[in-house]
Structure formats: C-alpha cells, structure tokens
C-alpha cells in the first residue's frame, strides 16, 4: 500500500478513464459473441476473424499513435481522440441488423483504442519514476480491470431485469463511455517539468526505431508468442455458452476473469519491480497451461469457471508486466514508438490465434481450439530463456 501511495495522481487519473471505458466496452463485448451468433446468425469462425481483426487493427493504429505522440509531443490530445471515438461506436450496436454493421463499429471501436492505447502507455510512464514503474502499470490495469469486472456484471443484471433483450443492455453501455471521455478532458494534464516530453525537431526514423536495442526486439518477439497462446476472450463466453450456462448468466464468465485478474495485476506490478520479472512471466504462462487445459478437459460450467478464473490468473500476472518491460528497455524519447511496435506486434499476432482458433472450433470442436492455445503457451514458456534481465539503462 505505501508504494501504492506514491503512483503519482496523472497515473489514478488514466486508470479511472480506463475503468469506465472498460465498464462500457465489457457491458457489450461479454454478449457479443453470443449476439453475433444466436441473434444475427454469424458462424464461430466469423466470430474469430473478426474478433482478431478488430485487435489487429487496434494493434496497427497503436503503431502510429505511438509515433505521434512522439513527434508532436502531445499524448493527451491522442488519448482524447482515441476516446472519444470509442464512445461514438457504442450506439450502434444495440441498432445492429446484420453482422456487417457490428463489424464496421468494432472497427471504429479499435481504432480508437488503438489511437488512446500506446500515447496513454506511454504518459504513464512519463508521469513514473523508474523505480514504480511496474506498480504504475500494474495500477492503471488493475483499474481497466476492475471496469472489465464491472461490465458483465452490470450486462447480467440489466440481462435479468430487461429479460434477455441484449439490445437494451447494449444500450445503456453509452453511459459510462461518456464519462470516461469527460474525466480525460478535466481529470488529466499532459506531464510537466522534467517529465515533459519534448516534440520531436524532425521525423522519426527507421534507423533510430531498428537502434532501439536487442532488449526491446526481445520483449517483442516474446510478446508475439505469448499472443498466439491468448486468443480472444469471446471463445471462453462460447465455451461456457457450450457447456451449459444460460444466456442471462453468460457475462459472469468475463466477471470471473476480470475479477482475478484485477485482484492480481497491481500486486505482480509492485512485485516486478523488486524481483526479475521473467519470473511472472514463466508463472503467468504455467497458469495459461493450465486454464487451456481445464477448458479442454473438463466440459462442463464449472470446469469452464475454474479455466477463467486461471485464464483471468495469467492475464494479472502478465500484462502489466510486459508493459513494464518495454518502458524499461526503450528510450525515454520514443516511448510511444516503442509501445506502438509492440502493440502493433502483438496485435497481428491475435488476428493470427483468433483466425486459427475459430477455425479450430468450427472443424474440430472446442476441445481442439483449447488443447492447441496450451501448445502454444508451452512454446512461449520455451521461449523465456531469450528473454535478458531488463535494462533500465533509458529510464
């Protein structure tokens, strides 16, 4: 608690912001897929391209959000931007008649997560000194995780009280999208003193993002493969779907997981910064292991609460961490670049898993989509030893 403490004020700001948001986005996202598939007819291996083209298009806006915001020097004007656009998607789900029209508005939805996503990574850590940083991540995710609790709670309630009309669910999720976007405007201020960023006096170039060092490619690629090991959560809301839990109760597979996942991500932040953090990274993969197995295995509603709860274990262990690991080792001046290249990385690598996993389920069944992500986790695992201590040479 007194590290927590001392996360400076900019960092509960974004944090906040990113918990309404998620409270809006996650009241929807935890009935789509079900939407999609029960109300307007698409098949499960639509639900997985498009579940992993709106990531990677999220992934491939970062890139140059993150640029930007080096070059102009102005993070926030990009996370309002970034916002703003997300909560003007949020009306047309409840008016969507055909697959096209959910599409096109979690197209528009990522880009603007992808324009918010790397500048409001990279304001965290302006605001951070080096020594909190993984508190700082972990915080400001465990926050966006509380949200991502709260919305499929929400979503099951409104589902009881409006019974089961997910259009009026998807209805109310306006709400806390548009306080989200005012809380930026007035809750954050762009960093000051030394902490300011300082525009870029000319374009950035390729050679200065390749010079970046072989830290940073490092915590690229194994990013990548821990992205192909973690597809996207609309396949544990089918799962459970599958297995027998009523459709009014569905959000509560996405409770489950965002709840374990807040618990854990603000105290494996703080824990990263006094202890190497590829160990939370190995333990967070053996739990990944473990959670696509139980998916695998144990057909049933309480083998598929038991497998979120560890997928929800993996994610608090993990994210915050890789996060951490990019401002550790990128320079101060292009964070933004660096943590648009690793979203843009990550993100062409969840189409890839989403794609696979879809068509897995369709050809083969649930059992197979699950069985291979535990491969590919066990991959990763292997992959860990590439993986130097992290360098804080550019904090």
Same mark, same amino acid.
């Given at each position: 608690?007194?590290?927590?403490?001392?996360?400076?004020?900019?960092?509960?700001?974004?944090?906040?912001?990113?918990?309404?948001? $998620?409270?809006?986005?996650?009241?929807?996202?935890?009935?789509?897929?079900?939407?999609?598939?029960?109300?307007?007819?698409?098949?499960?291996?639509?639900?997985?391209?498009?579940?992993?083209?709106?990531?990677?298009?999220?992934?491939?806006?970062?890139?140059?959000?993150?640029?930007?915001?080096?070059?102009?020097?102005?993070?926030?004007?990009?996370?309002?931007?970034?916002?703003?656009?997300?909560?003007?998607?949020?009306?047309?789900?409840?008016?969507?008649?055909?697959?096209?029209?959910?599409?096109?508005?979690?197209?528009?939805?990522?880009?603007?997560?992808?324009?918010?996503?790397?500048?409001? @990574?990279?304001?965290?850590? $302006?605001?951070?000194?080096?020594?909190?940083?993984?508190?700082?991540?972990?915080?400001?995710?465990?926050?966006?995780?509380?949200?991502?609790?709260?919305?499929?709670?929400?979503?099951?309630?409104?589902?009881?009280?409006?019974? @089961?009309?997910?259009?009026?669910?998807?209805?109310?999720?306006?709400?806390?999208?548009?306080?989200?976007?005012?809380?930026?405007?007035?809750?954050?201020?762009?960093?000051?003193?030394?902490?300011?960023?300082?525009?870029?006096?000319?374009?950035?170039?390729?050679?200065?993002?390749? $010079?970046?060092?072989?830290?940073?490619?490092?915590?690229?690629?194994?990013?990548?493969?821990?992205?192909?090991?973690?597809?996207?959560?609309?396949?544990?809301?089918?799962?459970?779907?599958?297995?027998?839990?009523?459709?009014?109760?569905?959000?509560?597979?996405?409770?489950?997981?965002?709840?374990?996942?807040?618990?854990?991500?603000?105290?494996?932040?703080?824990?990263?910064?006094?202890?190497?953090?590829?160990?939370?990274?190995?333990?967070?993969?053996?739990?990944?292991?473990?959670? @696509?197995?139980?998916?695998?295995?144990?057909?049933?509603?309480?083998?598929?609460?038991?497998?979120?709860?560890?997928?929800?274990?993996?994610?608090?262990?993990?994210?915050?961490?890789?996060?951490?690991?990019?401002?550790?080792?990128?320079?101060?001046?292009?964070?933004?670049?660096?943590?648009?290249?690793?979203?843009?990385?990550?993100?062409?690598?969840?189409?890839?898993?989403?794609?696979?996993?879809?068509?897995?389920?369709?050809?083969?069944?649930?059992?197979?989509?699950?069985?291979?992500?535990?491969?590919?986790?066990?991959?990763?695992?292997?992959?860990?030893?590439?993986?130097?201590?992290?360098?804080?040479?550019?904090?």
């Amino acid at each position: 608690m007194a590290r927590i403490s001392q996360v400076p004020r900019g960092v509960w700001a974004l944090g906040f912001v990113s918990m309404f948001m $998620d409270i809006s986005s996650e009241m929807i996202h935890s009935l789509l897929p079900l939407f999609l598939v029960g109300t307007l007819g698409a098949s499960v291996a639509l639900v997985g391209v498009m579940e992993g083209a709106a990531e990677a298009t999220a992934a491939i806006t970062k890139m140059f959000s993150g640029w930007l915001s080096d070059r102009l020097g102005r993070r926030k004007l990009l996370a309002v931007i970034g916002y703003g656009l997300g909560a003007l998607t949020k009306p047309v789900f409840p008016f969507a008649i055909t697959p096209i029209e959910v599409f096109g508005a979690r197209f528009a939805d990522r880009v603007g997560k992808g324009i918010r996503g790397a500048p409001r @990574d990279a304001m965290v850590a $302006d605001f951070t000194r080096p020594e909190l940083r993984g508190v700082a991540f972990g915080l400001r995710q465990g926050l966006d995780t509380i949200g991502a609790f709260i919305g499929p709670l929400l979503a099951m309630g409104l589902m009881v009280l409006f019974a @089961d009309d997910i259009r009026r669910v998807f209805t109310w999720a306006v709400v806390p999208a548009a306080i989200a976007v005012v809380l930026l405007l007035f809750g954050v201020k762009e960093p000051r003193g030394a902490a300011a960023i300082q525009p870029r006096p000319a374009p950035i170039h390729w050679l200065e993002v390749r $010079d970046m060092g072989r830290p940073f490619w490092t915590v690229v690629a194994v990013g990548v493969v821990f992205t192909l090991a973690r597809f996207s959560e609309a396949f544990l809301v089918l799962r459970a779907r599958d297995v027998g839990l009523p459709l009014a109760l569905a959000p509560v597979i996405m409770v489950v997981m965002n709840l374990v996942y807040a618990l854990v991500s603000t105290p494996a932040g703080s824990l990263s910064d006094r202890i190497d953090r590829r160990l939370l990274l190995a333990a967070g993969l053996g739990v990944l292991v473990l959670a @696509d197995g139980v998916f695998a295995a144990v057909p049933s509603v309480v083998g598929a609460l038991l497998g979120v709860a560890l997928w929800g274990l993996h994610m608090g262990l993990t994210q915050g961490v890789l996060a951490a690991l990019v401002a550790d080792t990128a320079p101060a001046s292009l964070r933004g670049t660096a943590f648009g290249l690793f979203n843009l990385a990550t993100g062409v690598a969840l189409l890839a898993a989403s794609t696979l996993a879809g068509v897995l389920w369709t050809a083969f069944g649930p059992g197979a989509t699950f069985a291979v992500g535990g491969a590919f986790a066990v991959l990763a695992l292997a992959t860990m030893g590439f993986l130097g201590a992290a360098s804080r040479q550019h904090a």
